[in-house]
């Protein structure tokens, strides 16, 4: 999993849809300023699958050939910058901001 600490994807819609501005998606320790998360490969491994964590890009090769060579289920819990936004990791392709139509009858109207 893409771990960047944040809800980089709903940051990005805020920003598009808010000037710039965004609020509540990224997790940050009140105090201190540092990015914090759960620790991911610690649930994966209390639920019985492997669980590896990676902070470096060159540490990925080798977490992924390890979990593919272990033949069970894995989750590597890969952090990266909460200002990545990695190829694969999707995108959100909303309509545009009209007013909907209600599916049966009509538009209440105080």
């Not at 209390?46 to 390890?66: E, F, K, N, Q, Y």
Request: avoid cysteine; glycine fraction near 14%; hydrophobic fraction near 40%.
């Amino acid at each position: 999993m893409w771990n960047n600490f944040s809800y980089a994807s709903i940051r990005g819609l805020q920003r598009g849809y808010l000037d710039g501005r965004e609020l509540a998606t990224d997790f940050r320790h009140p105090g201190t300023g540092a990015p914090y998360n759960p620790d991911f490969a610690a649930m994966a491994r209390a639920a019985g699958i492997d669980g590896i964590t990676v902070d470096r890009a060159g540490d990925l090769s080798d977490a992924l050939h390890a979990a593919l060579a272990a033949r069970r289920p894995a989750l590597i819990n890969a952090n990266i910058s909460a200002d990545r936004n990695p190829g694969g990791a999707g995108v959100w392709e909303l309509p545009g901001l009209g007013q909907s139509q209600p599916a049966f009858g009509g538009r209440y109207q105080p």
